[in-house]
């Protein structure tokens, strides 16, 4: 049973060698967003707030209230080098033949998926990309911003009876209505879905549709780029926090096989698992679910390596209890690789790591809750 999953997942021949290509396997695939719309429309204060970096970062994109980005300009995940980011200079004042030659300018075939990004107005000009981009069989999502700023005026204007709600429907309503009017002839190209807005606010990334819209991002990519993504997006919903773990709930079997198979012996501990293996592990659960913080912090004070040996010590008492508590019976009957011995420590490791997981994913729940309401008061203040 096991090995028919090792075998389906490709590590059948070379288990012992080319597992780490296995399970970072979404490190060698490459996803390309590009950032599309107008100037001035926040296409690079959207990059700046989904990688999690403040405008004033050094590896910020520049924003501005004049027009800014002139040339396309690459930006790498600061998490992930294989995330790509494409910062667009703004299509605007092009005619229909112009047009052409800047899609071919800004390499607009080369993307994976794109964002096209408007405020306040969805112009001519963001619908004819939009179609030009379903014609290169690409992904897209048409995102207005500045949608605090809208919220604000509204409720100067309305005061009492002001109905953020109602304000959303009105523009989603609106945009579509306006999509439709203006492409008469070439309206029918574009899909209900495909007419659906995102209202976002770049300043504030935790308010109105900013979550959800990074749930659809993944959810319209290939399954590998979805679980890369993923993993290297921030933790800005419960959902993408769910769906992370996940992800690294899939990866728990084949490290429990490969750390029970590369077994060492700790001085004074039975010889059942890779210590190395299992921390390292560990240490990703930790820094994909964003608590890189907690890290060994009731090791303080030592210096780093004597936290990771200690750390490690630690892990395999833990694991030799659970190993103790495993009895014949209670082994995962899926594990057949033919050695009780094995089979023992991998269910054991893979317990271990479950609860790992479990405890990890409270932890970032709670962290998430703390940012959301951090991100609440923020708000009223302004
Ligand atoms: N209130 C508010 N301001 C925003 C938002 N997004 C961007 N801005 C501001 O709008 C201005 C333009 O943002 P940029 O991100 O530089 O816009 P751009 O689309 O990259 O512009 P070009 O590079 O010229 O094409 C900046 O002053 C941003 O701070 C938002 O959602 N809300
Ligand atoms: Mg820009």
Redo the contacts with the bound molecule.
Sequence with gaps: MLLEQINESGISKSLQQDFEKIIDRWQSTEVHIGLV??????????LNAICGLA?DHKDA?????K???TERAKYVHPDNSKIVFW?L??SDGRSDQELESYYEKIMLHEYDICFI?H?KRFRRNDILLAQKVKSLGKPFLLIR?????DMASEERKLKGKFNEEELKKLIKDDTKKLIKDNMKTRASLLGEKETDVYL????FPEKWEFPLLTEVILGSLPKLQRECLTLFTRNISTGVLKDKVAILRGRVRVVATISALRRQKIPGLATMANADIISKEIDFYKLRLGLRSTQHENLRGMNLENQAVVAQEQMMVALASILTSISEENIDSSWSLGDLEIDRSCSAISLYLSNYLDTLEKDAEDRLKNIADQAAESYDIN
């Design positions: 719309g107008e100037s001035g429309v926040g296409k690079s204060s959207f405008d994109a520049a924003t501005g209230v027009e800014t980005t910062d200079p703004g990004l405020s911003t500045h949608i605090d700023n976002i606010s770049n300043r």
